[in-house]
Nanobody
Framework: VQLQASGGGLVQAGDSLRLSCAASGRTLRNYVMGWFRQAPGKEREFVGAISQSGRTFYADSVKGRFTISRDNAKNTVYLQMNNLKPEDTAVYLC??????????????WGQGTLVTVSS
């Protein structure tokens, strides 16, 4: 499945952004979809995921601020980011996993979208 993340930009601390991950080639309803981020000079880290049934998983650093949702009709997954902090600055990537209900073993990755949060 081909994935394309979009929606990044430059915002101020406290602002909100919604990222989108659009898929082509296969239907996303069959995949666990994950969001990851990579800040400059740091390793890629897990942000959150949503299973086929809609169960969500979040990293502690974003829990309560970020929300993942999916629109299977549009073959798109979203990452709603509220109350953004400078430490959220990173390239955000989406990924697909054929795992059933468990966020692991991602096989397809999209190009990232840059989110920059100024203080």
């Amino acid at each position: 499945v081909q994935l394309q993340a979009s929606g990044g930009g430059l915002v101020q601390a406290g602002d909100s952004l919604r990222l989108s991950c659009a898929a082509s080639g296969r239907t996303l309803r069959n995949y666990v979809m994950g969001w990851f981020r990579q800040a400059p000079g740091k390793e890629r880290e897990f942000v959150g995921a949503i299973s086929q049934s809609g169960r969500t998983f979040y990293a502690d650093s974003v829990k309560g601020r970020f929300t993942i949702s999916r629109d299977n009709a549009k073959n798109t997954v979203y990452l709603q980011m509220n109350n953004l902090k400078p430490e959220d600055t990173a390239v955000y990537l989406c990924a697909a996993s054929p795992s059933i209900e468990i966020p692991r073993a991602y096989t397809d990755w999209g190009q990232g979208t840059l989110v920059t949060v100024s203080s």
